[in-house]
């Protein structure tokens, strides 16, 4: 076993896993940290989060992805910290770790019992893929958009893809990184910080049962995890050819988080987004070793865990453009991929567009994202023109 694993490990897999790492924890460390102190959380107590979410999701992550051998990226729900900081002056800090604690159980019990397997099934695929393009759309259309007051720098970065893509595309991602750090200084300013190495220590925060913040916060947040992060993670990893474990991965990260929630663990989720770098096909040609990037991802969230104050920092030092460029140019294979898929049916094209825009509009209801809702709206109306098309034939 440990043979085949070093066998399989290769320079773009690490390098896709930290991607996307790097792409799932820079876009909202910082909301973390102020989630937990809108709950009255200490500077302690703040650092436990971080070691606890790091924990969680990391070994979650590296563990699934070496168990199934296909990647499978964990990370915490954005959507939730916004729920979390829209609702949480309501609640006390240790009701909102109870809260945390049920949302992880209903969590497990959903994903070992089957039932979100079973409503997955009855979804087209064509539908899934409308629904993961439009919301990747926003990355590579922020990449182009950052041209109006960063374009040295976008056009520099895009001129080391474009050619490390035509003369050595297995190791693109990997040159782009390294130019981009290097070409880094002489667009803009970046210093690299202090880096002074300390444990995390966790924290333990007894958790308080309220029927407010279980029907306030904790069901709330079960839906939206399962809305935003379950659902396009589960169809972002079968549009790249894979059976995903559906119960086993749901149940698993359901089962991490309930553990770790004393700890301040909010969420463990398959992740969405950041998920699409490391399945497409610059991480390995052969679809069976990309599973070392979920693994690569797992470790990196696990430094995190253990490391949270210090890498958290020397994360956040690089230039918000750097990372806005980086996510865009990852994921240029992804929505290529996904909206030949979306669009590929005739008949199924009209759901599938406005699926696809609605997704990409970002509108949010009910404190759940434009995916979910995106989706629902495209099953609807290919319900209808499926109506439509039985009476025809009557």
């Given amino acids: ?8 490990i290769s320079i773009p897999a690490i390098f896709a896993g930290f991607i996307t790492f790097l792409v799932g924890i820079s876009v909202s460390a910082v909301l973390v940290i102020q989630a937990a102190q809108i709950l009255g959380a200490t500077s302690e107590q703040i650092s436990s989060w ?6 969680g999701i990391g070994i979650s992550g590296l563990f699934l992805s070496w168990k199934f051998k296909y990647p499978v990226a964990t990370s915490w729900s954005t959507a939730g910290l916004a729920l979390i900081i829209a609702t949480g002056s309501g609640y006390t800090l240790y009701e909102a770790i109870g809260a945390f604690f049920i949302c992880g159980l209903l969590t497990a019990i959903l994903g070992f019992s089957g039932v979100f397997k079973k409503a997955l099934s009855y ?30 720098f976008i056009l520099s970065i895009l001129a080391i893809y474009i050619l490390s893509k035509r003369i050595w595309p ?40 309220s029927w407010s913040s279980i029907l306030g916060l904790a069901f709330p947040l079960f839906v939206i995890n399962m809305a935003s992060q379950y659902l396009p993670g589960i169809a972002m990893i079968q549009s790249y050819g894979y059976k ?9 990260t359901g089962v ?20 699409a770098i490391s399945l497409d096909d610059q991480v390995h040609p052969d679809p069976a070793k990309r599973y070392i990037a979920g693994m690569s991802c797992g470790f990196f969230y696990i430094l995190v865990g253990l490391f949270a104050a210090t890498l958290t920092s020397l994360l956040m030092s690089f230039p918000q453009v750097f990372i806005t460029a980086l996510a865009g140019i990852a994921l240029f294979g992804t929505i290529g991929h996904n909206i030949a898929l979306a669009f590929h049916d005739i008949e199924e094209r009209e759901a599938t567009l406005m699926t696809f825009l609605f997704s990409a509009s970002g509108v949010q209801f009910l404190g759940i994202g434009s995916a979910f809702w995106g989706l629902i709206f495209g099953i609807i109306v290919m319900l209808v023109f499926k109506f439509k098309t039985k009476i025809k034939a009557t």
């Fill in 1 to 8: 076993m440990m043979q085949k694993l070093l066998e399989d």
């Fill in 123 to 152: 979804i087209p695929q064509s539908l899934t893929s409308a629904m993961l393009a439009g919301v990747l759309l926003k990355f590579g259309i922020a990449l182009f958009a950052s041209l109006q007051t960063n374009w040295g």
């Fill in 256 to 275: 991490s988080q309930t553990l770790l929630a004393p700890f301040g663990c909010y969420s463990v989720n398959i992740a969405a987004i950041s998920a």
């Fill in 50 to 55: 971080f070691w606890a979410l790091g924990l």
């Fill in 170 to 209: 297995r190791y693109s991602i990997v040159l782009t990184v390294i130019g981009g750090i290097a070409v880094c200084p002489l667009f803009m300013e970046f210093h690299t910080p202090v880096v002074q190495w300390s444990l995390a220590q966790p924290v333990w925060m007894a958790p308080e049962f």
């Fill in 244 to 252: 995903p474990h559906i119960n086993q991965l749901i149940g698993w």
